[in-house]
């Protein structure tokens, strides 16, 4: 379950050109549309001509239709017709970018990005950018290069530079390149990206540099230094009970299972996940309630858990260290009387006030466990039996 410790944010291209621009790297100017006619004042408003861009959170849009260029206003209008409502790989287009319609003659590839295994940050360039950069890393891996920057130091302008004088028709638009992939590592750090990407960076017949698309994915672990950035978060990309958890304090992911869990401790409750996949079930999601111990918030992962309608039991797995077993136990008994649970609950609790919280549930004809296999075991066979 990689989901969640990787919980990377996606934003759409005119979201990422909004980041770009406030770093100084010159991006077009464009509009948003949702309709034909807003698409079409759009296209007026940028003198006539445009180029329509399906805004969906993936990539290939060129390929599949989703990128047209218009002569005119009428011609906008056409386009924005043809792109929104259509299919791109599962994401319906709901909004276009109007963007000024740029006449190209290079298109470049630049990105910013974690080198996990080299533990550096580094700059991907190639001159053989656009839609098929793909099939270039795939066939021509030399025209692709890859340059490391050490995450304390920051990367050396010169290498940097010496790179980017081969690939560049011009000394000149070496250097603006070395300047907009600088204001692209700024951008990734101080943003706390996981991918900052031009793709197309492009040289306009007029012999300017601009960012002709981008893509930006933020570290949803570093947002919280970046409440500002918290209004990019695309709503789409989440499920409703997701969305609910996220209002709710809770750490939420849905999954395909069947096996509801309630787990405290992000380690725990992935750990369970793996348990419970070992004895053969499979979890419907993963959640953690936090390390406090307010029984509010175990009425709330209840109620998220039991919209499911693949669930077939809960798994509630919780260790007590600053989180009281007792008020997990009250949680669980309010939860019941305000909840209809129609699937079978296993509980195992141990840890701080263990007794007082197994009283509490005895004392209301429910049994909590305290060894982890015996609880997972019984989730299972109970899944299998109904
Ligand atoms: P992607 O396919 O999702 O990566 O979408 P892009 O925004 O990268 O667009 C795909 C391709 O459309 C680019 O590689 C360009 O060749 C072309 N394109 C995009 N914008 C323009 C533009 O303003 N003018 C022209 N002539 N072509 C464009
Ligand atoms: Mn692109």
Redo the contacts with the bound molecule.
């Keep these: 379950m990689h989901g969640r410790k990787e919980a990377l944010i996606k934003l759409h291209?005119y979201q990422s050109r909004e980041l770009l621009a406030e770093f100084g790297i010159p991006v077009?100017d464009g509009h948003v549309a949702q309709t034909p006619d807003e698409a079409e004042l759009a296209a007026r408003r940028l003198g006539g001509k445009?180029?329509i861009?399906?805004q969906v959170l993936?990539?290939?849009?060129?390929?599949?239709g989703?990128?047209k260029?218009a002569q005119s206003p009428e011609d906008a209008h056409r386009a924005a017709d043809a792109i929104l409502g259509m299919d791109i790989k599962g994401h319906t287009v709901n909004k276009v970018l109007v963007?000024?319609?740029?006449?190209?003659t290079e298109?470049y590839y630049a990105s910013v990005t974690i080198d996990r295994t080299n533990k550096r940050i580094v700059f991907i360039i190639s001159a053989a950018?656009?839609?098929d950069?793909e099939l270039v890393a795939a066939q021509t891996p030399g025209r692709i290069i890859t340059i490391g920057a050490s995450p304390l130091e920051g990367p050396f302008k010169d290498e940097l530079l010496a790179h980017l004088i081969d690939l560049f028709p011009s000394e000149n638009l070496a250097h603006e390149a070395a300047a907009v992939l600088l204001k692209m590592y700024q951008l990734f750090i101080e943003k706390d990206c996981s991918l900052v990407e031009v793709?197309?960076l492009?040289i306009t017949r007029d012999g300017s540099m601009i960012a002709?698309?981008?893509?930006i994915l933020l570290d949803d672990n570093g947002l919280y230094k970046h409440p500002e950035l918290e209004r990019l978060r695309n709503m789409e990309e989440y499920s409703e009970d997701e969305t609910l958890a996220r209002k709710a304090g809770l750490s939420f992911v849905s999954l395909e299972g069947t096996v509801g869990c309630m787990v405290n401790g992000a380690g725990l409750a992935m750990a369970t996940m793996d348990v419970i996949k070992h004895f053969g079930g499979s979890p419907a999601n993963f959640l953690d309630v936090g390390g406090s111990s307010n029984p509010q918030k175990v009425i709330d992962a209840l109620s998220i858990i039991l919209r499911n309608t693949h669930l077939r039991a809960v798994l509630i797995n919780i260790f007590g260290g600053i989180t009281r077993c007792d008020d997990i136990a009250g949680g669980i008994l309010a939860a019941r009387e305000q909840l209809d649970i129609s699937v079978p609950v296993i509980i195992r609790l141990i840890g701080t006030n263990q007794q007082e919280g197994q009283d509490l549930l005895q004392s209301a004809g429910m049994i909590a466990k305290s060894d982890m296999t015996d609880a997972v075991t019984s989730v299972v066979e109970s899944v299998n039996k109904g």
């Design positions: 291209e077009p445009a180029v861009k399906a993936t990539g290939g849009r060129g390929k599949a989703g990128v260029p963007g000024r319609l740029l006449d190209i298109e950018g656009g839609v950069i793709n197309p492009v002709a698309d981008a893509k």
